[in-house]
């Protein structure tokens, strides 16, 4: 483990990280920072270099020129809509946004093995690393993939890290199989009458259906008999009418995000919190509507790539983890499943270290060399070629 967290990176990458910390961008949104990423990739000389890939995309590919096997490395280029509150010489310099999830350490490490395989071709087959906009809203993955330019780029295997607090540092977690939950932001809107607050009856207020929505949507997975811990409904949002005293209200919105371990059981669970909306509505004799955001497909480990990571993490001397159940969070690396054979890992930021989306998060840099490593390590076993000491 020493040895794993003594892979320092270079100068230059963690002053390309603090860089990228200081101009977050959101998601659909990252024009300086593909275009900050396109300029580094290019003086590692890739034999093709996309831009703009499902919006703004960026795709270096190493070829060896010899058939073989093609393997895609992914980050994420987007930061979240957060004030960051870290007092460092590097905070974001952008109010209300904040690289809070790693994201910047991320696309640091994938800068390093662009520069590792500058030197070192893989020995056969085709490298992709792809920077990915998009990550923290869901649509980037799909995005991408549905590039006409994708399939020039098209993997046999895909594979990504993401940094995770909690763990300590340098710890690689990983297991086969469902690895990351589905997850959707349902958002659901009451509409009545308003009337005088004096006269409450004249209208038809949305309060008591509100209410029961707030109560039974997060307990559906429960009354509906599901495996406990396989599903989760959370309340994120909620407003009745205007904020007046003089008015009894006629509109309502409730928001609930919906997870869940596999596609299908996201899919069922999505249909009965509709149901249950509508029924509740209709006995009150509100009007309905429906909104759907963020859609995320639940992360699936292929065995073969989880064999490589388990392999690359014992020969590096990396501590190993347990991963147990799978992660609540979702991460939309999930869609790569439905074209290669995926592996996503995590990479542990520390057990005391702020959590992601904190705004004190920071990510460390002592991760960059260790995930390099990691990469590149996947690299050779698969793609062949010599790595640098």
């Given amino acids: ?208 259906v509100m209410g029961q929505l707030m109560a039974g949507l997060p307990a559906l997975p429960e009354t509906l008999g599901h495996t406990p811990g396989h599903s989760l409904v959370t309340l994120s949002h909620a407003r009745l009418g205007e904020a007046a005293f003089g008015i009894s209200p006629g509109e309502a919105d409730v928001w609930v995000t919906i997870r869940a371990i596999n596609d299908s059981l996201q899919a069922d669970l999505m249909r009965e919190a509709e149901k249950l909306a509508r029924q509740l509505a209709e006995a009150d004799g509100l009007a309905v509507e429906f909104g759907h955001h963020e859609n995320f497909v639940a992360g699936h480990n292929d065995e073969e790539a989880v064999s490589r990571i388990e392999a690359a993490a014992e020969a590096l001397g990396a501590k190993r983890v347990e991963v147990g159940d799978p992660f609540r969070w979702s991460e939309d690396f999930g869609r790569f499943g439905s074209v290669a054979k995926t592996g996503l890992f995590v990479l542990g930021s520390g057990e005391e270290h702020p959590r992601l989306h904190n705004p004190d998060f920071d990510f460390p840099d002592e991760l960059i060399g260790p995930g390099i490593a990691m990469f590149e390590w996947i690299t050779r076993d698969i793609c062949g070629g010599q790595a640098r000491d």
Wanted: proline content about 7%.
């Fill in 1 to 208: 483990m020493t040895e794993f967290l003594s892979r320092t990176a270079s100068a230059d990458l963690v002053t390309l990280r603090l860089e990228l910390h200081r101009r977050p961008e959101l998601s659909s949104e990252e024009r300086e920072t593909a275009a900050r990423i396109a300029t580094e990739l290019e003086r590692c000389h890739p034999d093709e270099l996309l831009q703009q890939l499902g919006t703004h995309g960026v795709a270096a590919v190493f070829n060896s020129g010899i058939e073989g096997p093609t393997v895609l490395f992914r980050c994420e280029l987007d930061a979240l809509p957060i004030t960051e509150i870290s007092t460092f010489g590097w905070r974001s310099e952008i109010d209300g946004k904040g690289h809070l999830c790693g994201h910047d350490g991320h696309m640091a490490i994938l800068c390093g093995l662009a520069q590792e395989l500058a030197v070192n071709r893989p020995a056969r087959g085709r490298v992709v690393l792809l920077f990915q906009p998009a990550e923290e809203t869901g649509a980037g993955a799909a995005d991408v993939i549905a590039d006409p330019r994708f399939e020039r780029i098209r993997p046999d295997f895909a594979f990504a890290l993401h940094n995770l607090p909690g763990l300590p540092l340098g710890a690689v977690g990983v297991r086969p199989g469902p690895f990351t939950f589905a997850s959707e932001g349902l958002a659901i809107r009451l509409s009545g009458r308003t009337s005088h607050a004096a006269q409450p009856e004249a209208g038809l207020s949305p309060a008591v």
